[in-house]
């Protein structure tokens, strides 16, 4: 099949929610002509309601003029069902995070949509191979994440499966230009780069709570730093409720000690800034996070009923953690071969987790700190810490030979 096959120009989007909103938007701010599915007609109607206030907001801001607003607005269109768009290049799923969902669509979809065209998914952690094997053309699948609000962040992560074929890839990329996206390529693992290095940064930032730390130390040491927001902040503001819910419908995963807050805070009715309270309380009709003392008497009797004897925890220890938990995973997706360079990880952490730009992301972080350095520091984690702190073997190597991740 020749490259030319893969020309994108008529896409639809599967998935009328907040994420499939901002996609279709992307798409036609790039001029795509965009069908539009859900099979919730209400909901799909909301939602084109929704984008043309979008850009009506934009033209009094004075960002587009109105006839582009009209010619944007033009390109997307809703359809019936499925079998609607069977003719377009290429469909992106946006529904709800459920393997079994994504592949009972995927499947009808390839029976419905002509040979040459692609199926991309916006899962931000499923198995896109999964996906694929649903369908008879795993070389035309691939995960396309998008970041939230997708039409204004930069990032977009392309996710090549294990057949995804190198045509479509360099067409995913394309079409991620005339986006304007920072378009960066992720093998298949679970969270791909992005969210697959947030778990351990998370983690550390939940284990801290438990051990003495409050929400909102966490958050200034990191901002402090000069992240965007701390881990509580981001969690606020994506919605608490988001993961408590995944646990639930899973029915497994609610014991962990380091989610305990999480649950409590969420059994309360705290999913963060859209219920006006989670980690923080905000006053109505604000995004201003305020510290809330009910919060930190929540996360003392959490960690005092789990048997924890608490500590006082600084700036610098917050920020060793949680940055080599980072840094450490880093690592391992760079020897797995999950990213093709440290600046490719670089490059996620700068355009979708807010990781601030003058230390040019956490790998170009820990070059600046120098390898061994980070490698001993490891070391003295793992010591106290335990197993999950051993450093990554590629950081031993490139210690050894006085690299760092730019030289690898």
């Known amino acids: 099949m020749s490259q030319t096959s893969f020309e994108i120009r008529q896409a ?7 994420m499939g909103r901002g996609i279709v938007m992307c798409l036609a701010n790039a001029g795509v002509t965009v069908q539009w599915v859900d099979n919730n007609p209400q909901m799909l109607e909301q939602a084109l309601a929704a984008v043309a206030d979008t850009y ?3 033209v009094r801001q004075g960002r587009i003029e109105q006839a582009e607003a009209d010619v944007r607005l033009a390109r997307i269109t809703s359809a019936a069902d499925c079998i609607a768009i069977r003719n377009v290049d290429l469909v992106i799923e946006a529904v709800y995070e459920n393997l079994e969902l ?5 499947r009808e979809l390839d029976g419905l949509l002509k040979p040459e065209a692609l199926l991309a998914s916006n899962t ?3 198995d896109i191979d999964a996906i694929a094997a649903a369908t008879r053309r795993p070389a035309q699948v691939l995960g396309l994440h998008f970041f939230s609000p997708a039409h204004i962040m930069k990032l977009l992560e392309i996710v090549r499966g294990a ?3 190198p045509a479509v890839l360099e067409a995913a990329l394309a ?8 378009s960066v390529v992720s093998g298949n693992c679970h969270g791909f780069i992005g969210n697959r290095m947030l778990h351990p ?5 939940r284990k801290m709570l438990l051990e003495g730390a409050y929400p909102q130390q966490v958050d200034a040491a990191l901002q402090g730093f000069g992240f965007a927001m701390g881990p509580f902040r981001m969690y606020d503001v994506v919605g608490i409720d988001l993961e408590w819910r995944a646990r639930e419908l899973a029915g497994k995963g609610q014991d962990a000690p380091e989610i305990q807050v999480d649950n409590r805070l969420c059994e309360l009715g705290r999913f963060g ?3 006006g309270s989670g980690y923080y309380r905000y006053e109505p009709g604000s995004r201003q996070a305020e510290h809330d003392p009910e919060v930190d008497a929540l996360v003392l009797e959490v960690s005092e009923r789990l048997g924890f004897h608490r500590r006082v925890i600084g700036p610098e220890e917050i920020l060793e953690r949680c940055l080599l938990a980072l840094v450490n995973e880093g690592a391992k997706i760079l020897q797995e071969g999950i990213a093709g360079s440290a600046h490719d990880i670089d490059l996620v952490y700068l355009n979708g987790y807010g990781f601030p730009a003058d230390k040019g992301g956490p790998m170009a972080w820990a070059d600046s700190q120098g390898l061994a350095d980070i490698h001993q520091r490891l070391l003295a984690l793992e010591t106290r810490q335990g197993d999950q702190w051993k450093p990554a073997r590629l950081i031993g190597e490139l210690a050894a030979q006085g690299k760092g991740f730019a030289d690898d």
């Open 12 to 18: 639809a989007v599967v998935g009328a929610g907040t």
């Open 175 to 182: 079409l991620g230009t005339r986006m304007g996206k920072v």
């Open 56 to 58: 009506a907001h934009n």
């Open 124 to 126: 931000s952690a499923l």
């Open 163 to 165: 057949q995804t074929s």
């Open 273 to 275: 800034q859209k219920s």
């Open 102 to 106: 994504k592949q009972k669509l995927f």
């Open 201 to 205: 940064y998370v983690l550390e930032a």
